[in-house]
Each structure stands twice: as C-alpha cells, then as structure tokens.
C-alpha cells in the first residue's frame, strides 16, 4: 500500500495504523503529532486509525523557533503579566531557533529569565534516526508558545496550529501568516482571518502584526489575547523603527502589547518597555550574538530596567536646561 508521507510516497503494509506506521519510523510518539489528509489524529487514536491507499499523512515535531528558513527579576515578582488565562513574572520572552547548538541554547534560555519559549512546528525527518529532542533542552519551568513560522496563507497556519495543541496540548499559539519570503512582513487581512478561527477553535492567539494601531484594534475586537507589533522585520536587528505608532497601538488596546521582531541590542528592549509595552519577544538578537549567554543576561535586565523606568515616570523633555541644584545662596555675584 502506498501512501504520501511528509510528502515522500512510501509503501506500508495494508491496513497499517497510524500508531503502526510511527513504530516502523521508530519514533517516540509523544514527540509527533500526525495528521491524515489535513486532519489531525488524536494520539489516543493512533492504534485504531487505519490508513487507506493514497493516504496522506503529515508528522511533525517541535524545531527551534524564530526566523524561518531560507528566508524578570525577585524585585518585580509583584508585577504580574497575564495574558488570557496564562500568568508571566518575566516579561522577556524568548525563541529556540538559529542558535549554534543544544547546549548553548538552553544556557541562554535559563540566563534571560525568560518564561515563555517559541518553538516551531517542522515535518520529521524521516531520515533521522536517534535525532535529539529540542524539547529535551529547555531549562525546566518554561512554557512553549508554539508558532506558525513560514506559514504565508490562513489554511496552513490553522493546520500548523491545531497540529501543534495535538503536540503539546496547549491553547497558546503565536500566530505568523507572512506576506513574502524575502521581507517577512506579517500579511494582515489574512492574520486576521485566521485569528477570528483560532479564537473561535479555543486558542489563546498571540497574532504577529505590522505597528498599525487600527489592525491592532480589529485583532483585539476578534479575540486576540494580545498584540505583537513588530519592531522591525524579522531578524533585521534594527530595533524600535516607529515608536509613535507603538505608543497609538498602547494606547488603543487594553490587551497587552508585546513587541515582537526587530530587536537588536538590550538598548531595544529597554526602549521597548519605556514606551509602555508589556513584553518583548525576540530570538535572533541573542542566538546570533558572538557571546548568546552574556547577550540574554543583558536582555533580561534591559527588560526589567526600561519596565521599572516606565513605573517610575520619567521627567518630561524640555528645550531649555533646568538647574537641579537651588539658584539661591550662590556665592555668584557678591
């Protein structure tokens, strides 16, 4: 019998199940999630789901997260980040992907603080045997934000999304639908239309968008948990290109705003959260860094610096000096 598998036509026994079907590939099932002509197959189901000549048949798994390819501190522990039904200490949030190895990942990612961790979902490789699970490199007590990265049309980040809770039986999911492969900006008429299924299917939607304070509105009226504006395109480094329009996209929402894509440097972040922003998420800028641990450890205190510097209030900007020291008793003049 021959089904597609991952897009390569393999031959199976007849009547083969599911569950069969990952023994023979010799993988761990609680590290898949399979889907059967678009369909998902709940793992409680995968020894009675039998598969049919023609079968197409997806496997996939969690990958580091960040930019596809080709293409906070005991201080602040009263200061709680809550995003629908899910509670946050760090507002730094972190990704898996572009880092140089395992071990370098998962330092960096106990180094920022962080709480929360994007992961993406990939086809297995069928060709690898004995492939190291990335989820066995994430420091204990972080949850995984899975997302919808390279996906570029509303079908295939729904499936990305429903494949994803069958992985890890989570609600949360950060939803990517990118307009191109060369600048990976967001295309938002069709991330809105997948966040008003997402929503209505039970995710907690945390959609990627451009800094558009009324696509920002529409996406919050829909259900969105949050907004992530971008700081700048995915991976650029650039930083904070319109802080104006993030100050709008603050003020127009009462759901939190995380600034996601285009961080640079700590310097970013702390702009990031001196404007009044909830979170920053970013990948790129401490995988890439010559040094990712010592980068992480500069994102976290960036992060809970400019949040406390937003707390505090800053003095308004002036034209003119204003003395800090009393003009009076001067020995100026006698």
């Given at each position: ?257 995380l600034v996601d894509a285009g961080v640079g440097t700590a310097s970013d972040v702390a702009i990031a959260m001196e404007l009044g922003c909830d979170a920053v998420l970013l990948?790129?800028?401490i995988a890439q860094a010559r040094d990712p641990v010592r980068m992480a450890r500069a994102m976290k205190a960036a992060c809970e610096a400019g949040r406390d510097a937003y ?24």
């Amino acid at each position: 019998m021959k089904i597609w598998l991952n897009g390569e036509e393999r031959e199976f026994p007849d009547g083969i199940t599911v569950g069969g079907l990952l023994d023979a590939l010799g993988v761990i099932r609680a590290r898949v999630a399979v889907e059967v002509n678009r369909r998902v197959v709940r793992r409680a189901d995968h020894d009675e789901h039998r598969l049919a000549e023609g079968d197409r048949v997806e496997v996939v798994h969690f990958v580091g997260g960040g930019a596809p390819k080709p293409r906070i501190g005991d201080d602040m522990s009263d200061d709680l980040l809550r995003i629908g039904r899910h509670t946050f200490r760090s507002r730094l949030f972190t990704g898996t992907g572009r880092f140089a190895d395992f071990p370098t990942m998962k330092a960096a990612l106990a180094a920022s603080g962080s709480e929360l961790v994007t992961v993406a979902v990939r086809r297995l490789d069928l060709s690898a045997k004995g492939e190291e699970s990335l989820l066995e490199w994430i420091p204990e007590g972080m949850k995984l934000l899975p997302n919808t990265a390279g996906c570029f049309n509303v079908e295939d980040a729904v499936r990305t999304s429903h494949l994803a809770r069958e992985l890890w039986d989570t609600d949360l999911i950060k939803l990517e639908v990118l307009s191109d492969p060369k600048t990976l900006l967001p295309d938002v008429e069709q991330t809105l239309e997948a966040a008003k299924i997402l929503v209505k299917d039970g995710f907690t939607v945390l959609p990627y968008t451009n800094d558009d304070p009324v696509a920002a509105r529409k996406l919050e009226d829909i259900g969105c948990a949050a907004v992530m504006p971008l700081g700048a395109p995915i991976g650029s480094g650039l930083g904070i290109r319109n802080p104006y329009n993030i100050l709008i996209i603050r003020e127009t929402v009462k759901v939190p705003v995380l600034v996601d894509a285009g961080v640079g440097t700590a310097s970013d972040v702390a702009i990031a959260m001196e404007l009044g922003c909830d979170a920053v998420l970013l990948n790129t800028a401490i995988a890439q860094a010559r040094d990712p641990v010592r980068m992480a450890r500069a994102m976290k205190a960036a992060c809970e610096a400019g949040r406390d510097a937003y707390l505090a209030g800053r003095i308004p900007k002036k034209l003119y000096g204003t003395a800090s020291s009393p003009v009076e008793g001067t020995i100026s003049g006698t």
